[in-house]
């Protein structure tokens, strides 16, 4: 990361904000400089110390700036590609992290020299809260990072671009920006429209007072939702191709469920039933040669202030490092259960043992406890 003494990050919302927190957090000794059409934004990540300098201008911006980062709505990128393309170094990169990645690529040819250096880039992280307020340093720990060349870009551009998201704490993934457009499609675009459809189910259904009563299958399956409408519109839109074929197969998949059920047949729904399990049940494992797999163990827990504190406090004092941690099933009180992902083998079983005999009996290593439930029904 040495290559590059200024970086620039235009946008300094969820995303931004996050890559400017990531860079400082992990040490990086350029300079980070930012831009946000919002004014109080650019003060505030300065406040916070994610940037070293706040630019009033985008001409100020990109000036010396030898990464540029567009970390804005894709809308707003002609209108931002044209104010900057005159002052951009000859040997700056320009790179993005917008959801879609053809029409990206369209749009920087349109407007920007073939001597700058583009690549498209995509984080696949994220969340359903914007702007800098929900900026975190750690937002990219371990996820998958889409990087698109162009035809006109270097080799040596793709390598200093695979340290940036490294540097991040990300695994870089190349892919061509019509083959990251499919991808997207199905694993996040897709799911999102199905995750708005549920929810407005609820409304068409006359049932939006029954939302009280949601478990964690509404939630898991609409966390999504409240993602940031006017980013998501621009999404489908951009990416309207694939969206439309994913919808014809969706209507043809839900046209066929429909019929299995009208006429009992009960194997073949449970077949479907089956083949969804398997697939979602081998999503962490399905790409080891990127993300390295985690050894997981579940707690089963009361719902009760401070428990989570004392199951990291435990983990901390044995020192050993939570790689990931999540909530599963979390009821208002009841029990709920907690999934920690450590990095070894040889961690999991120490964590095990620690919460075992730290007064968490309900502790099970990934596997046992679904073999205990099944066994008992
Ligand atoms: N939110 C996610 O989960 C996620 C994940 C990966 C990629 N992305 C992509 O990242 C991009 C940014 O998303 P976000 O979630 O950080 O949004 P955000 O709303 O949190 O941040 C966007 C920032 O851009 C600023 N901005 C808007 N127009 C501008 C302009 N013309 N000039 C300068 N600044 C401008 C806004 O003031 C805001 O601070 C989008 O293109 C999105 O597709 C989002
Ligand atoms: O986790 C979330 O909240 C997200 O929506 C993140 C998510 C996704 O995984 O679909 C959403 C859109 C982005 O383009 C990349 C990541």
Redesign the pocket.
Same mark, same amino acid.
């Given at each position: 990361m040495d290559f590059f003494n200024k970086i620039t990050f235009? #946008? *300094? &919302? *969820? %995303?931004? #904000?996050?890559m400017a927190a990531a860079l400082k957090r992990r040490g990086y000794k350029g300079e980070i400089c930012g831009?946000?059409?919002?004014p109080d934004?650019r003060e505030e990540a300065k406040k916070m110390g994610i940037i070293d300098h706040g630019a009033n201008t985008?001409q100020e911006a990109v000036a010396e700036a030898e990464l540029v980062v *567009?970390?804005?709505? =894709?809308? !707003?990128y002609p209108? =931002?590609l044209r104010k900057t393309a005159p002052f951009l170094r000859r040997e700056a990169i320009l790179t993005?992290? &917008?959801?879609?990645k053809g029409c990206v690529g369209e749009l920087v040819n349109q407007h920007v020299h073939r001597d700058i250096q583009f690549i498209g880039g995509?984080?696949?992280? #994220?969340?359903?809260k #914007?702007?800098?307020k !929900? !900026?975190s340093a750690t937002l990219f720990e371990n996820a998958y990072y889409f990087l698109t060349p162009g035809q006109h870009t270097a080799r040596e551009t793709v390598t200093k671009l695979e340290s940036f998201v490294k540097a991040i704490g990300a695994y870089p993934v190349v892919v061509g920006q019509r083959e990251h457009d499919k991808i997207t499609a199905r694993i996040s675009h897709i799911p999102h429209l199905a995750a708005v459809l549920l929810t407005n189910l609820l409304d068409h259904e006359g049932g939006i007072n029954s939302v009280a009563f949601a478990g964690g299958g509404f939630r898991d399956t609409t966390r999504i939702a409240s &993602?940031?409408p006017a980013?998501w519109k621009? %999404?489908f839109f951009y990416n309207k191709e694939e969206i439309l074929l994913g919808i014809e197969s969706l209507e043809s998949m839900l046209k066929e469920f429909r019929e299995l059920l009208k006429e009992k047949q009960e194997g073949k729904v449970l077949d479907l039933l089956n083949k969804a399990k398997f697939i979602r049940d081998g999503v962490p494992k399905g790409m080891p040669d990127y993300m390295p797999p985690l050894f997981d163990i579940v707690v089963d827990v009361e719902d009760r202030p401070g428990v989570l504190g004392e199951l990291t406090r435990l983990i901390g004092e044995n020192h050993m490092n939570i790689k990931e941690i999540e909530i599963l099933h979390a009821r208002e009180g009841e029990q709920g259960a907690v999934r920690m992902g450590f990095a070894t083998a040889m961690e999991q079983k120490q964590a095990f043992s620690v919460l075992r005999g730290g007064g968490f009996p309900r502790t099970y290593m990934k596997g046992e406890k679904n073999d205990a439930y099944s066994e008992s029904c």
């Open positions: 235009i #946008g *300094l &919302g *969820l %995303i931004g #904000g996050s831009y946000d059409a919002l934004s985008l *567009l970390c804005t709505p =894709i809308a !707003a209108q =931002i993005d992290v &917008g959801s879609v995509h984080p696949m992280a #994220g969340s359903e #914007g702007g800098l !929900a !900026a &993602g940031n980013m621009d %999404i």
